[in-house]
């Protein structure tokens, strides 16, 4: 090996003895409650295909039809040739869905929290981060320019402190259901304090968007709140819509601004037509199938009153996320590793995704589970616990 990165081989054997050492698995089926992994059927508890659209006929059929109109490819960026009718269908429906001026397609929602950070802020602006936000908004915010603070999670007092020093255009940003907790930013209040400090709240709904609210319109439908009370939302397609890419929805102002300077929008490959026809088809049935959001709850409250019973310890989650904290980083992957034998997937959740101390594992839920299915998980988590004491 050359002289160079000669550290590389003592880093992964560190992580390994840490138990922070990540490998993939190959699946060899198509996404959904039941997966096939090294010929082995998996119940899968660990996907966030929360509504079940994932392969869903009418979504695939949508898919496979604009294929055959659009090809496979985009082409090029939004900005040269690869911006079709589909894609702009599709932003005017997310549009009117989230209840926007408008609406603009990323290619992934990574790329969409930095490139709206970067359009927005400056070296003289401010940008306030919870402490627990997703790796992609902490990384946008940094990357930005502007001067950065984590503020304690879901503390707005203590975000009121530093909004008050702060000068510059201000901009909180938060998710709205949080990936890992599962629970919600007090987005009434967060909106609140950004209105008496003059900022502007961001808010990433990727896990809110589809199942929350009546008509799947996220937290901020759950909530009660509209463009004047966060003026910019961003949402990821390939969670509760099941397909793939992300989008962030505002003012005019504000998406033109994002369309002249977001680096990530401008010289990004638009994703390919036919995803976005098949996102369509499936924003049609979010809007119209309130059972999945229903059956969801009903799952939920389930496998809460269940797992109270053996004693898990569950964070106050009433979202389709429920983590089961376990703490040491190995002992969660033993107790993962255990439900895979059972023939169960759930994945263990370790630093640095999560504060160290606080591995988890985090079990997800879709709207096409079965009671039945959580018995079995809840059995054999119980078994493998009780296996580890």
């Given amino acids: 090996m050359s002289p160079a990165f000669t550290h590389l081989p003592d880093n992964l054997e560190l992580l390994s003895a840490e138990g922070l050492y990540r490998s993939r698995r190959v699946i060899d089926s198509p996404q959904g409650i039941n997966l096939q992994i090294d010929g082995r059927a998996l119940v899968n508890f660990c996907s966030n295909d929360y509504l079940g659209l994932a392969n869903h006929p009418d979504v695939v059929w949508a898919f496979k039809t604009a294929s055959d109109r659009y090809g496979v490819g985009s082409g090029s960026a939004h900005l040269v040739c690869g911006h079709s009718t589909a894609h702009h269908a599709l932003e005017e429906e997310l549009a009117a869905f989230t209840g926007r001026d408008r609406a603009l397609l990323f290619s992934t929602g990574y790329m969409a929290n930095l490139g709206v950070m970067s359009a927005l802020l400056g070296r003289r602006d401010s940008v306030f981060e919870d402490r627990l936000n997703h790796a992609s908004l902490l990384d946008g915010g940094l990357l930005s320019g502007a001067r950065f603070k984590r503020y304690a999670h879901v503390d707005v007092e203590n975000l009121a402190l530093h909004l008050k020093k702060a000068t510059g255009n201000k901009l909180i940003v938060t998710d709205g259901v949080f990936s890992m907790d599962g629970t919600f930013a007090p987005l009434q209040a967060l909106s609140k304090v950004a209105k008496i400090n003059q900022a502007w709240l961001m808010v990433d709904d990727a896990h809110g968007l589809g199942v929350m609210g009546e008509q799947g319109g996220g937290l901020l439908e759950y909530f ?80 809460r009153q269940r797992a109270g019973q053996i004693g898990l310890q569950l964070s106050p989650s009433t979202s389709p996320i429920q983590p089961i904290i376990i703490g040491e980083s190995q002992h969660a992957v033993d ?11 759930v994945s263990a959740i370790r630093p640095p995704t999560v504060p160290k101390n606080s591995a988890r594992l985090r079990v997800t839920f879709s709207s096409l589970h079965e009671e039945y299915q959580i018995d079995q998980l809840l059995d054999a988590l119980e078994k493998a616990m009780l296996q580890r004491k």
């Fill in 224 to 303: 009660g709140l509209n463009q004047n009370d966060v003026p910019v939302l961003i949402g990821t397609l390939g969670k509760g819509f099941g397909t793939f890419g992300a989008f962030v929805a505002g003012s005019d102002e504000l998406i033109e601004s994002v369309i002249q300077k977001a680096r990530t929008y401008i010289y990004t490959t638009a994703l390919p037509a036919a995803i976005a026809e098949a996102t369509r088809a499936s924003l049609k049935i979010i809007i119209s199938e309130n059972w999945r959001r229903d059956k969801l709850q009903k799952l939920t409250d389930y496998f």
């Fill in 335 to 345: 107790i993962s590793n255990a439900l895979l034998q059972a023939g169960i997937l």
